[in-house]
């Protein structure tokens, strides 16, 4: 079963504005990741949060993680229709190094 | 650096025939995986490896086989094409388990 559970399973947007995507797990994590796919490619690595940091910063992307609720949140601010994508979080639980998905929030940013 | 790249990029099989999905990065990276993708959903772990010569199931193991002959090689074998194996095959690596993955650009294969 998979770990993570993406929450909207769709977004749709206007040009300009914040987008906020949350990601719920089941077990313990040493770390959670967040990635975006674009329509048929490869996924990209966003950012990275550890178990012992609450929030995190990379560029127009803020991630926050609450251990004690098992949840986290992406927020796109001021959305571009390039961010047009599907993102997904990704949570590591051991240390064998596996990564479990969720199904992914599929967004879109319309200009 | 290529990064990580897959060999091919689109295949079409027959039932029953058999198949090699070839993985290769360059950043020396220990850790490599191959997922499947299937339509709206999240990608599932088939197999996966910690360093070279190791390899382990994943979630969803069955119908596949890997080996991890060199470090920067990781090979998805089909002994047998299934029309439930048509989907969309990622590889990645992983520099250990503190890091993100890198991603190919993925391998659409359908089993007619």
Redesign the interface.
């Known amino acids: 079963s998979q770990q993570g559970e993406e929450d909207p399973q769709a977004l749709s947007i206007q040009e300009g504005e914040n987008a906020t995507m949350n990601c719920s797990y089941k077990t313990s994590i040493n770390n959670l990741q967040w990635y975006r796919q674009n329509s048929g490619r490869g996924l990209v690595h966003l950012i990275l949060i550890r178990s012992n940091e609450r929030e995190k910063h990379s560029g127009r992307l803020r991630v926050t993680l609450d251990t004690s609720k098992k949840s986290s949140s992406l927020l796109i601010t001021a959305s571009r229709a390039a961010d047009t994508a599907s993102y997904f979080c990704a949570t590591d639980t051991s240390n064998t190094g596996k990564l479990i998905f969720g199904q992914g929030t599929t967004l879109q940013v319309k200009p | 650096n290529a990064g990580?790249t897959q060999t091919p990029k689109f295949r079409v099989l027959k039932t029953g025939q058999s198949m090699t999905l070839l993985c290769a990065q360059d950043m020396n990276h220990e850790?490599m995986?191959w997922?499947r993708q299937d339509p709206?959903?999240?990608?599932?772990?088939i197999h996966?490896s910690?360093g070279e010569g190791t390899t382990?199931k994943?979630?969803v193991p069955d119908g596949y086989n890997v080996s991890r002959l060199k470090k920067q090689n990781f090979l998805l074998g089909l002994e047998s094409a299934a029309p439930s194996q048509t989907s969309v095959y990622?590889c990645?690596s992983?520099r250990?388990?503190?890091?993100?993955?890198?991603?190919?650009?993925?391998t659409r294969l359908t089993v007619t």
């Open positions: 990580v850790y995986y997922y709206g959903m999240g990608l599932r772990l996966y910690v382990a994943g979630e990622f990645a992983r250990d388990s503190l890091y993100e993955q890198y991603f190919g650009p993925g």
